[in-house]
């Protein structure tokens, strides 16, 4: 009995001891949690994030808890990541426990977490290797897309010269110039300017760009569950991203009709091609669904992105007639007025590859990136993580170094140049991200940008209808873009 008791009294000594280790473990973790504002339950820390400002707000919450810290949109923890160092330890240095792709409410509204953007896992290395070869195969990173973007930027330079110098706005123009690129990588052809359906595409893209400053947008991934059943500007871009899979979805019908297996014609096709050779895994990742989301997820990419940059870069151009000058006096040298641009001459033009890059860097189109979440317990610095939370990357404070980037908020070629002239690269600048989750369509962006302004520029100047001093650069903040203020333009040949 004696042997029993001290038994029983040493197996409780040792259980004691494990749930004591257990608790001081889980409280050390908790200590070592990235600081951060007390949250208020349910709402979390609405009050001091202001959604309609959040990246002035964690601008601002940063100064007061460093680089790493951590708020809550709503029930959801998120830790913020801020500045270069920080972003390159987690986005690069330990780049596959940061790969996994965090979705706020609104991204998982419209997504539904497939297709390549908002997909993990399993799902997701499998769509984005296949992406990647299907894309290259049709072009991408190619002479053929460059002579595809030499030909949209003819048409487009037809169209701003017929015009005739009346002041207008540039963007449904730059819209769908960029647009018909990667329509013509993923559906196959181009769209004419006048196509009933191509215009009511690029309209519903118009109206989701304005509907991104809507209040209730920046309040739908604080509080989802309450703004699911409230009316406002949200609702309709959901109605309109529904819209838009629509139109996507007819194509997919009419493809699946005029398949051949033999020949794919473009990525839609290349989709379809891999889903039949698949059809007997029930496990496969290539269905219809995914098709039709991973197909509105590069359309989405391939004509928001870049076509915004073109938008605020001629905003910015018009600010700065010298620069614009030098610009076209380089052009002139280079290439001349005769023959289109071409990629091969970026490397004879610093200059103008300079203000390029300027204005990604300026813009910051993407100032919180896109969310990534951790897919393990990890470390940071001296802060412990756990799986599945959400990360924000902020590319904002990267782009706006101020000792990289000296002056940050003064738009400046200077800072891709050297003291000699030529190009100066910069690790800081990552407007597409950086690490596994950098934008798949990078080259394709970076090569449509420098050809459609440098086409622009070489038949073009640009004539404000104010004062270039008085015009506005500054942005419109939505929910996760910066967006160039309204404006027209006059194209004045040259």
């Known amino acids: 009995m004696e042997l029993l008791g001290m038994t029983t009294i040493f197996l409780l000594v040792c259980i004691s001891c494990l749930l004591l280790f257990a608790t001081w473990r889980s409280t050390s973790q908790k200590e070592k949690q990235p600081p951060g504002p007390i949250p208020i339950p349910l709402v979390g820390n609405i009050l001091q994030l202001r959604p309609w400002k959040l ?30 160092e920080v972003v390159k330890e987690a986005l690069i240095d330990q780049a596959d426990t940061f790969s996994g792709r965090g979705n ?29 070869t299907a894309l290259r195969d049709f072009g991408m990173g190619k002479k053929s897309i460059e002579a595809r973007i030499q030909e949209e930027a003819h048409f487009l330079v037809e169209r701003l010269r017929n015009t005739h110098e009346r002041p207008f706005r540039p963007n449904n123009f730059l819209v769908h110039a960029v647009s018909n690129i990667i329509c013509s990588i993923i559906f196959g052809d181009r769209f004419d300017y006048e196509d009933k359906k191509f215009l009511s595409l690029v309209e519903l893209l118009e109206k989701n760009s304005k509907l991104q400053n809507s209040p209730t947008i920046q309040l739908y991934n604080f509080l989802p569950t309450i703004m699911e059943y409230l009316p406002g500007g949200h609702q309709k871009l959901i109605g309109n991203v529904e819209k838009i899979n629509e139109f996507i979805s007819e194509i997919v019908s009419e493809h699946q009709k005029t398949l051949d297996l ?66 076209q006096k380089e052009i002139d040298c280079v290439i001349g007025r005769d023959r289109s641009p071409c990629m091969a001459d970026r490397n004879q033009m610093p200059y103008t590859d300079a203000v390029v890059h300027e204005i990604q860097r300026f813009i910051d189109f993407l100032p919180l990136n896109v969310p990534h979440t951790v897919i393990k317990d990890t470390k940071l610095r001296d802060y412990f993580i756990p799986k599945d939370t959400m990360i924000f990357p902020m590319l904002s404070p990267v782009l706006h170094d101020s000792k990289e980037f000296p002056n940050p908020e003064k738009f400046d070629p200077g800072h891709f140049l050297n003291a000699n002239g030529t190009f100066k690269k910069s690790d800081y600048f990552m407007p597409f991200s950086a690490g596994k989750r950098i934008c798949a369509g990078e080259g394709l962006a970076r090569m449509e940008i420098f050809i459609f302004l440098t086409a622009i520029l070489q038949n073009f100047t640009l004539k404000p209808t104010v004062d270039h001093k008085d015009v506005d650069i500054s942005p419109l903040t939505g929910i996760l873009a910066n967006i160039p203020r309204p404006y027209e333009v006059s194209f004045v040949p040259r």
């Open 55 to 84: 990246s002035e707000s964690l601008k601002e919450l940063s100064k007061k808890y460093g680089p790493i810290f951590t708020v809550q949109l709503g029930p959801r923890k998120v830790v913020v990541l801020y500045g270069y």
């Open 104 to 132: 706020l409410p609104l991204l998982l509204k419209l997504f539904q977490g497939t297709g390549i953007v908002t997909s993990n896992g399993e799902t997701w290395r499998q769509l984005r290797r296949f992406t990647l």
């Open 262 to 327: 033999t020949c794919p014609r473009d990525f839609i096709d290349a989709f379809l091609n891999k889903m039949e050779q698949e059809k007997g895994n029930h496990h496969s990742e290539f269905t219809v669904d995914t098709l039709i989301r991973t197909t509105l997820d590069l359309f989405f990419a391939g004509t928001g992105t870049t076509s915004n940059t073109l938008i605020y870069g001629l905003l910015i151009l018009q600010k700065y007639p010298e620069i614009v000058e030098k610009v």
